[in-house]
């Protein structure tokens, strides 16, 4: 019997191997292919998720690909304890066929499959916000060239739901973010000019290393715009022969940055400072401010708000907000200006 067993399970598995190379469906898809079993190669994109189809196949390739090998010893054991235990075996190997056969006709095991939206675009009006933040519409599209495959869509968009068209035309910003976001576009914040064919635009920060930490934040709390971590990257300056490190966070492009995009920038593509400022700078977004562009001053134990480049009237916004003077101080160059807060 062992002999038996010993010849027949090596038998078995190259008859099984040659029936999946002829029958078996040649879909590979990236998940598939990374390094690990998280579906994640070790640097870059640490944030993509496998469908739940792909787990479903990932189970049940274990129950009906695997342990068929331990099908005939297990029918051996049951056969001598008694009839009872073979038939109760047999049951439950026969639910597991039922539920398969279910799962692979209605399409839920094919984790390459989506489904075509037939959802109108949304509308390519910019809303102009008035007084009020504009916190409604999260969506996002990417920017980068598509490499399309077969079935019309990119590789990327496959097994991420942050690609997908429903998940870009549903997702809003929290009122938290969007103070947040009022106080990043004063500062080290932008919003490039290139849009997206839903309309929508990213949010790119930079930082210096020593800001590292205070990106990964940034990070966290807009996770839901964001597929990749903090982008690590230097430059030479040729001027001084000195190499500068810097990390930047990128996010997909969604219409819900549209209205700020239109609130902070004109038409020639300048960053201009929004004339209902007052009115949309709140407590949260000026600590975040603070964080781009503030500086400490010791001798009076304020800080220096830098407004480098900014128009001389935008140091009349310090009178309204609490802990603010009117002081200002000219920079080392002509357009260097500082708002000064106590």
């Known amino acids: 019997m062992l002999v038996f067993f010993l010849l027949f399970v090596p038998l078995f598995v190259l ?12 879909n590979p898809d990236s998940a598939k292919m990374a390094p690990y079993e998280c579906g994640m190669p070790p640097a870059s994109d640490a944030r993509h998720k496998f469908q739940i189809s792909f787990f479903l196949v990932a189970i049940l390739f274990l129950v ?19 009839s009872f235990g073979f038939w109760i075996a047999m049951v439950f190997i026969l639910l597991l066929t039922v539920g398969f056969i279910a799962e692979l006709a209605s399409g839920a095991l094919d984790y390459a499959k989506h489904s075509t939206n037939t959802s109108s675009s949304p509308s390519q009006k910019t809303p102009q916000p008035k007084g009020k933040l504009p916190i ?55 919003i490039p000019a290139i849009i997206s064919k839903s309309g929508g635009y990213r949010l790119t920060i930079r930082h210096s290393m020593e800001q590292y930490e205070y990106l990964l934040h940034l990070h966290d709390l807009f996770e839901a715009f964001v597929v990749k971590p903090p982008y690590i990257s230097s430059n030479l300056d040729k001027r001084t022969g000195v190499t500068y490190h810097w990390c930047n966070l990128h996010t997909l492009s969604f ?3 549209a209205p700020y995009r239109a609130l902070f920038y004109n038409d020639l ?3 201009i400072i929004p004339s209902n400022l ?23 134990g304020g800080f220096y708000l830098s407004t480098n ?33 106590l």
């Open 255 to 257: 219409l819900c940055f």
């Open 278 to 300: 007052k009115e949309i700078l709140t407590p949260v977004g000026l600590a975040y401010w603070i964080m781009d562009d503030g500086v400490f001053h010791k001798s009076s």
């Open 309 to 341: 480049s900014f128009t001389f009237p935008l140091c009349g916004i310090g009178t309204p907000l609490r802990g603010f003077s009117r002081s200002w101080a000219t920079g080392r160059g002509p357009n260097e200006q500082f708002l000064f807060g």
């Open 64 to 82: 009906f690909d695997l342990e068929i090998l331990f099908l005939y010893p297990l029918v051996v054991s049951l056969y001598y304890i008694s």
């Open 136 to 190: 409604g519409v999260r969506s996002y599209s990417t920017l980068s060239s598509p490499d399309d495959l077969s079935d019309g869509k990119r590789k990327r968009d496959k097994g991420n739901i942050k690609y997908t068209f429903q998940y870009r035309i549903n997702q809003t910003l929290t009122p938290f973010q969007a103070e947040v976001l009022v106080g990043m576009l004063l500062g080290d914040g932008c």
């Open 15 to 26: 008859i099984l191997l040659g029936v999946n190379m002829l029958v078996a469906t040649n």
């Open 269 to 271: 593509r300048i960053k």
